[in-house]
């Protein structure tokens, strides 16, 4: 299993606050049976700006102390604006392992204008956006269109355990389980910022995926490690769903 979406790195974002609890998280997955996590510390203007050279030099403390167990690979949650090539090109964001998928994050209650140009002109770059959380974007759960139609483009989209499995209510985990029924998720993250209640746990979420839809679960298991590499990978073809009742209402026209 990979984690493709972490705080784990200490005292950078509202994640990890210390390295006793970022060794905790990190344990945890371990114990979880996790073999690699993608340490994606927040980035957002002005609230969590990284530098580099610190963020990587705790991302490398903290694979050498569990080289032997586990992987961890730099990442970062990039919060979208309209000058994400300005900012990759400045340095100051990066890909998943430096390679060429970007994990990047929508305002909670917006779906932007700019998205699709954004990604479309990153994609030009060779970047492939990740939208981080998807089923946690109130415009996307009243309209999963908006996000068909990107996956369509070539983006691809990162599920958070918690939203399977209902810890953040019954309606993002009726989202999840479209999302997850319509092969429009790809990869897993813990969105994990302590080792209390939000922690690195994946292996729960990742068994109920195998359930809802075994095809999407290899998928996943044969793709994860590709998408760490910066290989191309062949996503599932779109599925489509019965849509009755509320469903129905998740698909505007
Ligand atoms: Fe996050």
Same mark, same amino acid.
Request: aromatic share 10%; with cysteine.
């Given at each position: 299993?990979v984690?493709?979406?972490?705080?784990?790195?200490?005292?950078?974002?509202?994640?990890?606050?210390? !390295? =006793?609890?970022?060794? #905790?998280?990190?344990? *945890?997955? &371990?114990?979880? +049976?996790?073999?690699c996590?993608?340490? /994606?510390?927040?980035?957002?203007?002005?609230?969590?700006?990284?530098?580099?050279?610190?963020?990587?030099?705790?991302?490398?403390?903290?694979?050498?102390?569990?080289?032997?167990?586990?992987?961890?690979v730099?990442?970062?949650?990039?919060?979208?604006?309209?000058?994400?090539?300005?900012?990759?090109?400045?340095?100051?964001?990066?890909?998943i392992n430096?390679?060429?998928?970007?994990?990047?994050?929508?305002?909670?209650?917006?779906?932007?204008?700019?998205?699709?140009?954004?990604?479309?002109?990153?994609?030009?770059?060779?970047?492939?956006?990740?939208?981080?959380?998807?089923?946690?974007?109130?415009? !996307? =759960?009243?309209?999963? #269109?908006?996000?068909? *139609?990107? &996956?369509?483009? +070539?983006?691809?989209?990162?599920?958070? /355990?918690?939203?399977?499995?209902?810890?953040?209510?019954?309606?993002?985990?009726?989202?999840?389980?479209?999302?997850?029924?319509?092969?429009?998720?790809?990869?897993?993250?813990?969105?994990?910022?302590?080792?209390?209640?939000?922690?690195?746990?994946?292996?729960?979420?990742?068994?109920?995926?195998?359930?809802?839809?075994?095809?999407?679960?290899?998928?996943?298991?044969?793709?994860q490690f590709s998408i760490i590499n910066?290989?191309?990978?062949?996503?599932?073809?779109?599925?489509?769903?019965?849509?009755?009742?509320?469903?129905?209402?998740?698909?505007?026209?």
């Amino acid at each position: 299993m990979v984690d493709f979406h972490s705080h784990i790195v200490f005292n950078v974002d509202d994640g990890s606050s210390d !390295i =006793a609890m970022s060794k #905790n998280m990190i344990l *945890n997955a &371990i114990d979880e +049976g996790t073999k690699c996590i993608c340490a /994606s510390s927040h980035y957002i203007p002005i609230e969590f700006e990284q530098s580099k050279e610190e963020f990587f030099e705790k991302v490398d403390d903290l694979r050498q102390i569990f080289s032997e167990k586990i992987d961890i690979v730099p990442a970062l949650e990039v919060y979208l604006t309209p000058d994400l090539i300005e900012l990759y090109e400045a340095g100051k964001i990066w890909c998943i392992n430096e390679k060429k998928y970007m994990l990047i994050e929508l305002p909670m209650s917006e779906f932007p204008m700019y998205t699709e140009d954004v990604f479309y002109e990153l994609r030009l770059k060779g970047i492939t956006p990740i939208i981080a959380h998807p089923e946690r974007n109130i415009k !996307i =759960a009243e309209n999963i #269109n908006l996000l068909k *139609n990107l &996956i369509e483009q +070539g983006v691809l989209a990162q599920m958070n /355990s918690g939203s399977i499995l209902g810890f953040y209510g019954k309606r993002v985990k009726e989202v999840a389980e479209t999302l997850i029924q319509m092969n429009l998720i790809h990869v897993l993250g813990s969105d994990a910022h302590n080792d209390g209640k939000r922690n690195t746990n994946i292996k729960t979420a990742f068994n109920r995926i195998n359930e809802i839809n075994p095809d999407l679960y290899e998928w996943i298991i044969e793709n994860q490690f590709s998408i760490i590499n910066g290989d191309d990978v062949e996503v599932l073809p779109i599925k489509k769903i019965k849509k009755a009742g509320f469903l129905a209402r998740m698909f505007k026209r």
